[in-house]
């Protein structure tokens, strides 16, 4: 019997999550960016030359695509800081396209030129993740430091469609953006079927001189962000049907299927997602951990091999406490605690987190107002 792509890959998350299998990945290959945004968790400059001198090599990151695709990876993110700081990017990017990897590169885009998009046309990603910062120059400037990164930008997303390059448009929403949604959708509806909206900002992972949590939206100001944009989101879907309006989705879970799919091997774990079951995280330094954001539990593939460290991963993340709080907590369905978030926003994994509680319990009061209107107009 033949299966459909939709069926396939949830046989394959199935098996995963049945047999310990690492199935999703991310590669971050650098630290260094060219633009300096004040809300990243973990940025260098670009010339950074003690952030260059502790990066894999190309021949690093090519053996443990290897070591992970022989352990059964097969969706493989790449990601930084800005993947094209590396003049050698083509040749990882290029190494791990021959083994027959599902591809996504995250990127701002503002480095691809003509050329670029040219070479990426003949081996073309899955899908390029465009993260578009603001709907004009002022809001470039204003975010990421860039007086000319709007234009390089818009550039090149018309270099990638004229290439017929599968692109994902997304943007992370702070104090400095949030008033240009609407340029941004439009900008979406351009060059793309998808809009991702990164709606939580985490503390610093690393000191590398931004501010996140000094830029990132107030609790009640993020959930009226987001309820504005999904009403604006269903109002445009009259004109463009065509365009997805994603609001905080794990990427890791999407491209394996799991999104819709209730993940029973999970219960009694702290982890709600993927992370340490079929989904793990290498850092630009070589380290393997959950997710992008936490440090621990972590191992050093290259070090012990990427199958030892993947099972490690595994049985650390296994000893990971629960939030205890959290879990008795009667608005916790409208939260979006995580052991990552957690330790990000307190240091520890079973402390609840104050920004998190807030917008949880304001989503949840928005909620019980909207059911108690529809109630009173007798449609409940």
């Not at 990066?55 to 990876?73: F, H, V, Y």
């Not at 670029?116 to 430091?145: D, H, I, Q």
């Not at 994994?349 to 009061?365: G, K, S, V």
């Amino acid at each position: 019997m033949s299966l459909n792509w939709i069926d396939f890959s949830k046989k394959l998350s199935e098996n995963a999550r049945a047999n310990g299998i690492p199935l999703s990945g991310a590669f971050e290959l650098t630290s260094r960016c060219n633009f300096k945004c004040k809300m990243c968790y973990v940025a260098c400059p670009a010339r950074d030359k003690r952030a260059l001198s502790r990066e894999l090599s190309a021949g690093e990151w090519i053996e443990l695509g290897k070591q992970a695709r022989d352990a059964g990876l097969f969706n493989l993110i790449l990601t930084g800081g800005e993947v094209f700081v590396r003049q050698d990017f083509p040749e990882i990017y290029e190494a791990l396209c021959n083994m027959g990897l599902s591809l996504t590169i995250y990127s701002n885009a503002s480095l691809i030129t003509p050329e670029k998009a040219r070479w990426l046309g003949k081996l073309p990603p899955s899908r390029l993740s465009v993260t578009v910062y603001g709907a004009s120059p002022e809001t470039y400037k204003r975010v990421t430091g860039s007086t000319d990164g709007f234009k390089k930008t818009m550039r090149a997303l018309e270099h990638l469609k004229s290439e017929n390059i599968s692109l994902e448009i997304k943007t992370t929403v702070v104090e400095g953006n949030f008033r240009d949604y609407e340029g941004i959708y439009k900008i979406a509806h351009t060059y793309s079927d998808n809009l991702g909206i990164v709606n939580y900002i985490s503390p610093r992972r690393e000191g590398c001189g931004s501010d996140p949590t000094g830029n990132r939206l107030s609790p009640v100001d993020i959930v009226n962000y987001e309820r504005y944009i999904s009403e604006y989101g269903q109002k445009m879907r009259t004109v463009n049907k065509k365009l997805e309006l994603k609001i905080g989705q794990d990427e890791m879970e999407e491209q394996a299927g799991l999104a819709d799919t209730e993940d029973k091997a999970g219960e009694g774990s702290a982890f709600s997602c993927q992370a340490g079951k079929t989904a793990f995280w290498i850092t630009w330094d070589g380290r393997m951990v959950p997710c992008g954001l936490l440090n621990e539990p972590a191992a050093v593939p290259l070090q012990v091999g990427f199958s030892n460290a993947w099972q490690k991963l595994r049985e650390g993340c296994t000893l990971v406490p629960k939030c205890k709080a959290c879990s008795k907590c009667d608005v916790r369905s409208e939260c979006m605690a995580c052991p990552g978030r957690l330790m990000s926003e307190t240091g520890c994994f079973t402390r609840p987190a104050q920004y998190l509680c807030e917008a949880a319990r304001y989503r949840a009061e928005l909620k019980g107002q909207d059911i108690q209107a529809i109630a009173r107009a007798g449609y409940y």
